[in-house]
């Protein structure tokens, strides 16, 4: 199943979440179902640094074509992609996928500070012990026949199809699925508790995914106001889990937000000028 660029009417969100779903179904067998998560959440969101990537330079040719050049190119593209780093380039590799995968996310990564730090987690994808090559080819190529960009694809789509990801995965890991995600219904009553205003300052210091910062945005956009306007924080200890949070905002089309990683109760990190929380 192929999602081209001809717009979202494309795929069906059911037919998106089932070709993500068969996409984790990649790695059943040789990983444990409780641990697809931190394999599946960096691809995916890999490929989709990369479809986005190619979609603005086609829209900043369009513009611009002979006369673009690489500044007015970086003002389309929300994030770097050093040369060699794109998906295809990985793609393109014929052994050690791996070790590839691996310095490829890296590189990324640092070409993105304060941005897409920690957002690839900690895997050691050379690790063909935990993660076969056989398997983690299979998971590329699973990737490789979808086209993950806001141009054949709207956000809201992408986000819930995350979503659906999540709470799979949660079904999955059985008891360790608090550590990263909340009932969907727990999230509404706290959200609307909270009864979000445009230009608040909103944290959550045990954010897990961030599936409540995400609804306060929902909420607020529902109510007729601009959640562009909000201030998202979130702190996790986890690390896997924080760097899923990273992910679900940035697939969401959020940027507007800081994630930080530490023990809230014991290192609380989102503080005012004062030291205060």
């Not at 659906?164 to 890991?173: G, T, V």
């Not at 995600?181 to 999230?187: A, D, E, G, I, L």
Request: glycine share 8%; net charge negative.
């Amino acid at each position: 199943m192929t999602l081209v660029p001809n717009g979202p009417s494309q795929l069906t969100q059911r037919q998106l979440e089932s070709a993500l779903w068969a996409a984790a179904n990649a790695l059943r067998g040789p990983v444990d179902p409780g641990d697809f998560k931190s394999f599946v959440f960096p691809v995916m969101f890999f490929k989709w640094v990369s479809d986005s990537w190619d979609a603005n330079h086609a829209e900043a040719l369009a513009d611009f074509g002979d006369d673009l050049t690489d500044e007015i190119e970086a003002t389309y593209q929300p994030f770097v992609i050093p040369d060699g780093c794109h998906f295809d380039d990985v793609m393109d590799t014929a052994s050690n996928v791996g070790s590839k995968l691996g310095k490829t996310l890296l590189r990324i990564q640092e070409a993105n500070p304060g941005k897409l730090d920690g957002v690839f987690g900690d895997v050691n994808w050379s690790n063909t012990e935990r993660l076969p090559e056989s398997a983690l080819t299979a998971l590329l190529d699973a990737f490789d026949k979808l086209t993950l960009n806001r141009s054949s694809i709207d956000g809201d789509m992408l986000g819930a199809a995350y979503e659906y990801l999540l709470r799979e995965f949660a079904e999955a890991s059985g008891k360790k699925a608090g550590e990263f995600f909340t009932p969907r219904h727990v999230v509404h009553l706290l959200v609307r508790l909270l009864d979000p205003k445009p230009g608040d300052s909103v944290c959550d210091p045990a954010c897990g995914s961030a599936g409540m910062l995400v609804e306060t945005v929902n909420a607020v956009n529902a109510a007729g106001g601009d959640a562009r306007t909000l201030s998202l924080y979130g702190q996790e200890y986890n690390l896997t889990t924080a760097a899923m949070a990273k992910m679900n905002l940035y697939l969401h089309g959020l940027e507007n937000f800081q994630i930080v990683r530490g023990d809230t109760f014991r290192e609380p990190k989102l503080k005012d000028a004062t030291g205060k929380l």
